[in-house]
């Protein structure tokens, strides 16, 4: 284990992306911690209205300033530290890729002992989203170990609706997911869409408590954004402009449509190995696999919610979908492993957890260093997989 969190800490921390340079959205979250730094959190309101004043004249939409799950404690790391924004940004996507690989260790532990540990754990390390998110100064990473978190503590108040402790922890974990970035509507309609096949089918002890904390949590977040805007109404006008600005930026309107089963292929092109064992996990499940069946819930929910959504695909908003694809590969390995009698398990284990790991290192190497990728969109996979020529 500790070998595996050593190699999945040094991926995420070793600067080996070849993309160098600075986004367009790493620049605007970097503006927000500088000018939080020198107005100070207590005058962040500031902020909000000098980038409400700007993103009016505009045409295209930005980075929202009101993004403060995120931004607030990179300002306040910065602060502290006497760091420079962009280096402070980057220690959070650090900290956040580092702290979700131990999360998966922790759940893999909890919900299905040490082996499952070892494996899930050590496909994660070697996730290509994960690793390259974790080297740029983006609330990707960061919202991916938020949802991960909430799922978790969800899952775990669906095993014991009478413990508070976790319905509290899921909902300040839930607060903090929506205070984070706007994609958290969908991390929630993946919940409550769980919550109610859980709840019809009985495999879990539902409470109607979750339900409640999920609205309360949510709400809480909106109150304190719209207050941040003026008001509800500030509230609901700014997001509505905002979405349409956003869905007229020439990037968006080329990159970030498609089909409905896109993100399908992006994780394809990533993790094809993954994607192909999950898929034999998937008609396998029953019901005595809870774990494995709320995952995958999860993760289809997520499917048809974000892929419903017109000019806002990429391989960045659903990197949280790495954890259930890579648990439920576990699964389909540790299975396949007892499939020779005459050959011990151990060694059928290892040899495809080397070789799953092989192929993710190779597609990190493909993408992300050799293509240098940016944003991971469809065409810059497929021209980076030369499949086809441009």
């Excluded at 080996?16 to 309101?45: H, M, P, Q, W």
Aim: aromatic share 16%.
């Amino acid at each position: 284990m500790l070998v595996i969190l050593s190699a999945g800490i040094f991926l995420r921390v070793w600067p080996s992306a070849g993309f160098k340079g600075l986004g367009i959205d790493e620049r605007d979250y970097a503006s927000y911690v500088g000018k939080g730094v020198k107005y100070g959190l207590s005058n962040y309101g500031r902020v909000i209205d000098e980038f409400i004043a700007s993103q009016v004249k505009q045409t295209q939409a930005v980075i929202p300033a009101t993004r403060i799950g995120f931004i607030w404690p990179a300002t306040f790391l910065a602060r502290i530290g006497k760091l420079d924004p962009l280096r402070a940004l980057r220690l959070m996507s650090h900290g956040s890729a580092v702290l979700l690989l131990i999360a998966t260790a922790i759940v893999g532990y909890r919900f299905a002992g040490l082996r499952r540990m070892l494996v899930v754990t050590a496909l994660m390390a070697v996730a290509p989203l994960q690793i390259f998110l974790a080297q740029r100064a983006l609330g990707d990473s960061y919202f991916a170990f938020l949802a991960v978190l909430c799922a978790w503590f969800f899952l775990e108040s669906l095993q014991a609706p009478q413990s508070t402790g976790w319905l509290v922890a899921y909902g300040f974990a839930f607060v903090l997911l929506v205070l984070t970035k706007e994609n958290a509507a969908f991390v929630c309609v993946a919940l409550v869409g769980t919550w109610i096949c859980f709840f019809a089918t009985g495999m879990g002890r539902s409470s109607f408590a979750l339900l409640l904390v999920t609205f309360i949590a949510g709400s809480l977040a909106v109150v304190i954004l719209a207050s941040l805007l003026g008001g509800l109404g500030e509230w609901i006008t700014f997001y509505r402009m905002y979405a349409t600005k956003s869905a007229g930026i020439p990037y968006v309107v080329q990159f970030q449509d498609g089909a409905w089963y896109r993100y399908l292929v992006d994780f394809t092109l990533l993790s094809p190995c993954i994607v192909a064992l999950v898929f034999g996990r998937i008609f396998e499940i029953d019901k005595e696999s809870r774990p494995d069946f709320f995952w995958a819930l999860l993760l289809g929910f997520s499917f048809l919610a974000m892929s419903a959504v017109s000019y806002g695909m990429s391989l960045r908003f659903a990197a949280y979908w790495d954890f259930p694809l890579r648990w439920l590969a576990a699964s389909q390995v540790l299975q396949l492993s007892g499939k020779l009698p005459r050959i011990k398990p151990f060694f059928i284990l290892a040899g495809l957890i080397l070789i799953l790991a092989a192929v993710d290192l190779f597609q990190y190497w493909r993408y992300f260093i050799h293509a240098g990728i940016y944003d991971p969109v469809t065409f810059q996979l497929f021209h980076a997989s030369k499949m086809f020529n441009y």
